[in-house]
């Protein structure tokens, strides 16, 4: 399943790099992050990990806005 996620609140490319690098920790996750853009690309093995995806996005940058 793919979702493409906009987003704000990331201050700069490195920490959206840094937050790609985490999400793709995650198994069964395959993230890429256009800072520039503001969206996120996920590759996901199934609907259940997008609940882990956005709980990891919180918990590493409190302040970042995700709209679905």
């Known amino acids: 399943m ?3 996620i906009r987003f704000k609140g990331l201050c700069c490319a490195n920490c959206a790099e840094g937050l ?3 999400l793709n920790k ?3 996750v395959k993230a890429t992050i256009s800072f520039v853009a503001g969206k996120m690309m996920l590759e996901l093995d199934n609907d259940d990990l997008l609940d882990e ?3 990891c ?3 590493e940058y409190p302040d970042i806005v995700i709209k679905l």
């Open 26 to 28: 995650i198994k069964g």
């Open 2 to 4: 793919t979702k493409i």
């Open 57 to 59: 996005c919180k918990k």
């Open 20 to 22: 790609e690098r985490k």
């Open 53 to 55: 995806v956005l709980l």
